[in-house]
């Protein structure tokens, strides 16, 4: 047996002995019953702790040999001692059976006590536990004595309302107050609010008066006035303000102080002459007190947990409702929910900025022919087709095209839409989520056209190759003589075909690697790029046996926060341009200025790249910067990407690429902006 096994079998045996002492001392003359039996509580509490377990008969065995010393020792004969030991032990034992079916936390909890009784539920379990074990007893305790006595049937009646009251005030009190101090996580009350909460040691001290006046009045004022209501209301007060351990703690003094008046003779129930019937009367009344303050109590300690549920329940509901209206006012998907009239219930701020102002028509419904849908392929879309017109029969969509003309949402736009049917919604809602795919669906389109060119461009100059080189194999197979000329001049043909390809390669490593390099600005010299691209042009120029450019770049240009392999990227395109795209026989003039100017949101280095050369055709200035256009085809090389990856680089910065005539010498200016480096 252990430390702590063994204290608490002293300690119960002590509680035990003095519940029973008590109870002894409040017998009526002319009965052998006590008139009130706490000592039924006690062993209650002292069995449910370990249950079923082995040292139970141990515990029942002591249980029976102190219920037998006290009632011997307190004026019962041996047979009487016996016969009241034994239905102790009967009692606390059927009541074990029924509690531990009914309420299996109550029975055998150890360490981990239960935080006593909660539902009203369960408060009526315990008085059926209590009253049915009290009645099965009654088999052995009034049996005793009425086979010694002449008691009646009045006798029965008492043991039940005495060990059943017992077992009813203190075992919900000694369940609290085990677990409060035995319990690893004690569990609070919630907080009582309104008509419910009592107002702290004031109101205490408040009932405790008018406890003692209602008893005055009851018991001691001799009066033909009926009072003891007087004492019922007390109780109603005790159990609808006060947690279960004041409230039981209260019935326990209200029942002890009911039983000492009657004893001393005192109080309403002295006239009955009869002592079994007066005995009767008093644990019928002591009954009454126990079970309406602690049935109010726990009642009142249900209100509180459900109040206190509701409170959760309703904080954790606006607390979701709120992170989901924020989830849905930031998503950058237009979302909206319409009813089945077609009433607008809800919408996010991207549907406004997708769809613009809502469309209504006379009758205040969504109009949808005001939206202007089509299909993707430029088909009108019939009202009976709309997403949600399909969406209010029920229908559901899954990512469909739909191309939406509408001004205030900024003209043409493409958008992907799905509809669902929110289920249980009375009346029935719809949700609408539309997803812009403009840029999408645009750069898809782009990359099948990209593609379509790549493979157009490289088919060409591999077809040259594939045709000399064949040309070639079957002359040098049949073994003919050709002259050197010829076959320098194949293999010339061959050589540029391959330079073209590596070049539009090149230039397509070039274009993917505007598009996805990271980009991670730093301050840089623009002069020192400038100057060191136009040094390495001139020196090309010189290899090629072409005419020498002139190229002045101005040392005062600001700096620039960018990507510099980007950057020179920009520069050597932009200059090589101009270098190349000269009329034949001119020597390439270019100038390379740069100027601050205010930019949106900073300040900007504006870029100009002026040449000599043969100028953009009227109507191209903005088209030479898409992807593989070019404006001269004749004469000169390139694969029409070298704009689009300036363009592509420039904006990726924050920037803007142009292009202007130059009025007054011919020519062109190329502008583009990069993030100045230094404060004005």
């Known amino acids: 047996m252990t430390r702590v096994r063994l204290l608490d079998l002293l300690g119960f045996a002590c509680y035990f002995l003095i519940a029973a002492a008590l109870g002894r001392q409040a017998v009526l003359e002319g009965t052998d019953t006590a008139l009130v039996w706490p000592a039924a509580g006690v062993a209650a509490a002292w069995l449910a702790v370990n249950g079923w377990s082995r040292w139970a008969t141990l515990d029942l065995a002591v249980l029976f040999v102190l219920a037998v010393a006290v009632n011997a020792a307190t004026g019962a004969s041996a047979s009487l001692a016996l016969g009241f030991g034994l239905a102790n032990v009967v009692q606390v034992v059927v009541f074990g059976v029924l509690i531990a079916r009914w309420c299996p936390q109550w029975w055998g909890f150890g360490e981990e006590p239960p935080p006593g009784i909660d539902r009203l539920r369960d408060f009526g379990y315990l008085l059926a536990a209590a009253y049915l074990s009290a009645l099965v007893s009654a088999a052995l305790g009034p049996a005793a004595v009425t086979s010694i006595t002449d008691a009646s049937w009045k006798s029965v009646a008492s043991w039940v309302l005495r060990n059943g009251t017992g077992i009813v005030a203190v075992f919900p009190l000694a369940l609290l ?101 007066r005995a009767l009367a008093l644990q019928s009344y002591v009954a009454m007190i126990v079970v309406l303050t602690l049935a109010l109590s726990v009642g009142r300690g249900e209100i509180l947990q459900l109040s206190d549920r509701l409170v959760r329940s309703e904080r954790n509901a606006t607390e979701q409702a709120t992170m989901v209206t924020t989830i849905v006012d930031t998503m950058t998907d237009g979302v909206t929910v319409i009813d089945a009239n077609g009433t607008m219930v809800l919408r996010n701020p991207a549907a406004q900025t997708l769809l613009g102002d809502p469309r209504r028509d006379a009758d205040g419904h969504i109009d949808v022919d005001a939206y202007g849908l089509r299909h993707a392929d430029g088909s009108p879309i019939t009202p009976e087709e709309s997403p949600l017109e399909l969406a209010r029969t029920g229908s559901s969509l899954d990512k469909v095209d739909v191309v939406l003309r509408n001004p205030q949402a900024g003209g043409v736009r493409q958008m992907e839409v799905s509809t669902r049917p929110l289920p249980g919604t009375d009346p029935p809602l719809v949700v609408v989520l539309f997803h812009d795919v403009t840029a999408e669906r645009r750069e898809r389109d782009e990359l099948a056209s990209f593609a379509g060119v790549v493979a157009h461009d490289l088919l060409n100059p591999l077809t040259v190759i594939d045709g000399w080189s064949e040309a070639l194999l079957e002359e040098a197979r049949a073994g003919a003589q050709v002259d050197v000329d010829t076959q320098v001049q194949r293999l010339d043909r061959i050589q540029r075909a391959a330079q073209r390809m590596q070049h539009l390669i090149s230039d397509l490593l070039a274009y993917t690697t505007a598009r996805d390099l990271t980009i991670t600005p730093v301050r840089v010299d623009l002069a020192a ?35 510099p392999v980007l950057l020179r990227q920009v520069v050597d395109n932009l200059i090589g341009n101009a270098v190349k795209y000269v009329a034949p026989g001119v020597q390439p003039r270019i100038e390379v200025h740069a100027r601050r100017v205010d930019g949106e949101v900073a300040p900007m280095v504006e870029v100009e790249i002026s040449d000599n050369g043969i100028g953009i055709p009227d109507g191209q200035h903005e088209s030479v910067f898409d992807t593989f256009h070019r404006a001269h085809q004749d004469g000169y090389r390139g694969s029409g990407l070298g704009l689009s990856i300036v363009k592509r680089i420039v904006e990726r910065h924050g920037g803007t690429a142009l292009a202007r005539d130059n009025e007054d010498r011919g020519g062109t200016t190329m502008c583009v902006s990069f993030p100045a480096a230094d404060p004005a």
């Open 177 to 277: 107050a085990r677990h409060h101090v035995r319990s690893s996580t004690p569990e609070q009350a919630p907080d009582a609010v309104g008509p419910i909460r009592g107002h702290g040691p004031v109101e205490l001290v408040a009932l405790a008066a008018f406890s003692a006046v209602a008893l005055w009045l009851v018991f001691l004022v001799s009066t033909d006035v009926p009072l003891p209501f007087l004492v019922l209301s007390v109780c109603v007060w005790a159990g609808a303000r006060y947690a279960l351990g004041v409230a039981s703690a209260h019935a326990l003094l209200l029942s002890a102080a009911v039983t000492v008046a009657t004893v001393l003779n005192e109080g309403p129930f002295v006239p009955i002459e009869d002592p079994h019937t």
């Open 529 to 563: 790029v400038a100057t060191d691209v136009a040094r390495g042009r001139i020196e090309a120029s010189r290899v090629r046996d072409l005419p020498e450019p002139v190229i002045t770049v101005d040392p005062d240009l600001p700096a620039v926060l960018a990507e």
